[in-house]
Protein backbone atom coordinates (compact mmCIF):
# COMPACT_ATOMS: atom_id res chain seq x y z
CA UNK A 1 0.00 0.00 0.00
CA UNK A 2 0.77 3.56 -1.01
CA UNK A 3 0.28 6.53 0.84
CA UNK A 4 0.09 10.12 -0.76
CA UNK A 5 0.09 13.72 0.84
CA UNK A 6 -0.37 17.03 -0.75
CA UNK A 7 0.35 20.16 0.05
CA UNK A 8 0.37 23.56 -1.10
CA UNK A 9 -3.11 24.51 -1.79
CA UNK A 10 -4.70 27.96 -0.61
CA UNK A 11 -6.51 31.12 -1.70
CA UNK A 12 -4.93 33.04 -4.38
CA UNK A 13 -6.32 36.03 -6.36
CA UNK A 14 -6.90 34.69 -10.16
CA UNK A 15 -3.85 35.00 -11.85
CA UNK A 16 -1.73 34.01 -9.28
CA UNK A 17 0.27 31.19 -8.64
CA UNK A 18 0.70 27.90 -6.48
CA UNK A 19 2.74 24.99 -6.12
CA UNK A 20 1.13 22.09 -5.08
CA UNK A 21 3.24 18.87 -4.17
CA UNK A 22 2.71 15.22 -3.36
CA UNK A 23 4.57 13.30 -1.26
CA UNK A 24 4.83 9.47 -1.75
CA UNK A 25 5.49 6.65 1.09
CA UNK A 26 7.14 4.29 -1.28
CA UNK A 27 8.75 5.39 -4.42
CA UNK A 28 7.50 6.45 -7.86
CA UNK A 29 10.36 5.31 -10.16
CA UNK A 30 8.25 2.98 -12.04
CA UNK A 31 4.86 4.44 -11.57
CA UNK A 32 2.62 6.82 -13.29
CA UNK A 33 1.78 9.67 -11.21
CA UNK A 34 -1.34 12.02 -11.78
CA UNK A 35 -3.03 15.19 -10.41
CA UNK A 36 -7.06 15.61 -10.44
CA UNK A 37 -9.15 17.95 -9.14
CA UNK A 38 -12.87 17.81 -7.88
CA UNK A 39 -15.11 21.36 -8.25
CA UNK A 40 -18.43 21.05 -6.25
CA UNK A 41 -21.20 19.61 -7.83
CA UNK A 42 -19.19 18.21 -10.16
CA UNK A 43 -17.03 14.98 -10.99
CA UNK A 44 -13.37 14.21 -10.45
CA UNK A 45 -11.09 15.09 -13.70
CA UNK A 46 -7.74 14.51 -14.62
CA UNK A 47 -5.71 17.82 -14.87
CA UNK A 48 -2.09 16.55 -15.61
CA UNK A 49 -0.48 13.20 -15.66
CA UNK A 50 3.29 12.27 -15.53
CA UNK A 51 4.44 8.82 -17.08
CA UNK A 52 7.57 7.04 -15.39
CA UNK A 53 9.39 8.02 -18.22
CA UNK A 54 8.60 11.74 -18.21
CA UNK A 55 6.13 12.16 -20.82
CA UNK A 56 3.45 14.59 -19.72
CA UNK A 57 -0.32 14.89 -20.56
CA UNK A 58 -2.62 17.87 -19.53
CA UNK A 59 -6.81 18.68 -19.78
CA UNK A 60 -7.02 21.00 -22.22
CA UNK A 61 -8.55 23.85 -19.58
CA UNK A 62 -4.83 24.17 -17.76
CA UNK A 63 -2.44 23.32 -21.05
CA UNK A 64 0.40 26.45 -20.78
CA UNK A 65 -0.45 27.87 -17.52
CA UNK A 66 0.11 24.22 -15.34
CA UNK A 67 3.24 22.04 -15.74
CA UNK A 68 3.59 18.71 -13.72
CA UNK A 69 7.00 17.12 -12.36
CA UNK A 70 8.66 14.20 -10.45
CA UNK A 71 11.58 13.91 -8.41
CA UNK A 72 11.79 10.23 -8.13
CA UNK A 73 14.80 10.24 -4.99
CA UNK A 74 12.44 12.37 -2.98
CA UNK A 75 9.44 10.27 -4.16
CA UNK A 76 7.65 13.74 -5.19
CA UNK A 77 5.50 14.98 -7.80
CA UNK A 78 4.68 18.61 -7.93
CA UNK A 79 2.07 20.93 -9.98
CA UNK A 80 3.26 24.10 -10.61
CA UNK A 81 -0.14 26.21 -11.10
CA UNK A 82 0.15 29.85 -13.00
CA UNK A 83 -2.39 31.89 -14.37
CA UNK A 84 -5.27 30.71 -12.28
CA UNK A 85 -8.56 31.28 -12.73
CA UNK A 86 -11.53 31.10 -10.75
CA UNK A 87 -12.72 27.94 -12.53
CA UNK A 88 -9.85 26.33 -11.17
CA UNK A 89 -10.93 26.79 -7.96
CA UNK A 90 -11.37 22.94 -6.60
CA UNK A 91 -10.10 20.19 -4.43
CA UNK A 92 -6.71 18.88 -5.59
CA UNK A 93 -5.54 14.91 -5.40
CA UNK A 94 -2.90 12.99 -6.02
CA UNK A 95 -2.65 9.58 -7.57
CA UNK A 96 -1.16 6.31 -8.73
CA UNK A 97 -2.22 3.02 -9.83
CA UNK A 98 -0.20 0.21 -9.01
CA UNK A 99 -0.48 -3.34 -8.22
CA UNK A 100 -4.29 -3.76 -9.39
CA UNK A 101 -5.50 -0.44 -7.13
CA UNK A 102 -5.93 3.03 -7.29
CA UNK A 103 -4.34 5.19 -4.54
CA UNK A 104 -5.23 8.86 -3.72
CA UNK A 105 -4.20 11.38 -1.15
CA UNK A 106 -6.71 13.38 0.64
CA UNK A 107 -6.41 16.06 -1.36
CA UNK A 108 -5.85 20.15 -1.06
CA UNK A 109 -8.11 22.66 -1.49
CA UNK A 110 -7.37 25.67 -4.17
CA UNK A 111 -9.82 27.98 -4.16
CA UNK A 112 -8.83 31.10 -6.70
CA UNK A 113 -10.76 34.51 -5.81
CA UNK A 114 -11.44 37.49 -8.43
Known amino acids: QVQLVESGGGLVQAGGSLRLSCAAS???????MGWYRQAPGKQRELVAE???????NYADSVKGRFTISRENAKYTVDLQMNNLKREDTAVYYC?????????WGQGTQVTVSS
Open 95 to 103: HTHRWGHDY
Open 50 to 56: IASGGTT
Open 26 to 32: HSIFSFN
